[in-house]
């Protein structure tokens, strides 16, 4: 008898971490964004702040409303396919040829609409059942991208021009293709991947209680499901709160005509959008309605170049390559897909200047 596909693994708590410094630079930062906001509704209720206080009040409402909904659609996407979806049949597809297999996983996301939350677990399952890590790098840049959650939420962030999640769209999936190809001709899985992940995986959950994965009703797995997406959603909303919180905080304090000159100068404006997405960390399902906070302030390529690099590179996608490639391919990863996501931004700012 065929075995059955082995889906992908069930909910484990997540490993509580020893206080390290990192983890007291967090406690810092969100005592200070606690304490900064306090400040501001203190602020707030006298007559000299009111209007500004209440312009930085609508604006962080705005953005949070209309992101919050998406991200939580993403994380029960995640959720939903860390569970139930089977990988065999992406094994059988990518394993037999392995250019083909690039430009397949570059557009796997639209089959598997995972966030960049979510999408290491995912590469990791992948990566356990022989997938060429090159392949595996096209889906770990392009998925978080080029997915149909995210071309939504762009869209709707952008008042439904569809033109701006296609260019979003397009790019992502170009630019990981071309990394995929170049850096999986540099490493393979041995000098890529830590040895722990170039095994194949077993096929239980080890979740107490879970038993083996066939065994496993319909309903417990729902309910691992449901926790996986929770844990995403309830890990990355401090990301969203903050980005938001920064986009109001500069639309609402910051005098537009200190922007005009990016305007003029959009490579300035492109690094400078770079480096936001790379510190705010936000989801890919809701870092567009930050970016459209930008409309007509800065230009379009430095708008595009946001949406691009944030769901490839930030602060918690290193940390979580950390643990599953080799130090080596993470530098490599940390120089190439800036540079590479700069240059293509470069192009179409030359090519395409009103993109947005």
Known sequence: ???????????????????????????????????????????????????????????????????????????????????????????????????????????????????????????????????PLAAALSFLLAGPIVNGIVAVSTAIAYSYDWMVPAIRLGCGYGIAVVIGLVVGRWFNRESGLLPEWGRALPSGCGHEGCGHTHATTRRVRLRHALEHARDDFFGVGPFLVVGAF????????????????????????????????????????????????????????????FMVLGPMFDIKLLLMYLTVFRKRLIVTLAVAVPVVVFLAMLALQTVWPEVL
């Open 246 to 305: 920064i986009a109001a905080l500069v639309r609402s304090v910051v005098p537009m005509d200190i922007f005009s000159h990016l305007l003029a100068t959009p490579w300035q404006a492109i690094l400078i959008m770079m480096a936001m997405a790379i510190l705010l960390n936000l989801c890919s399902e809701a870092d567009a309605f930050i970016a459209a906070s930008f409309r007509g302030i800065l230009p379009g390529s430095a708008q595009m170049a």
């Open 1 to 131: 008898m065929t075995p059955r596909p082995t889906p992908l693994p069930l909910y484990q708590p997540p490993v509580q971490t020893s206080w390290t410094d990192l983890g007291k630079l967090a406690w810092a930062g969100s005592l200070l964004f606690l304490a900064v906001a306090l400040l501001l509704l203190l602020l707030g209720q006298t007559p000299a702040w009111r209007a500004l206080i209440g312009t930085l009040a609508i604006n962080f409402l705005a953005i949070m409303i209309e992101a919050l909904p998406f991200m939580l659609i993403g994380s029960l996407a995640g959720g939903l396919i860390e569970v139930f979806v089977p990988v065999a049949w992406v094994e059988r597809v990518v394993r037999q040829h392995r250019i083909r297999a690039v430009f397949l996983a570059g557009a796997m996301g639209l089959l598997l609409p995972v966030c960049e939350c979510a999408i290491v677990p995912v590469i990791r399952r992948l990566l356990g059942k022989g997938v």
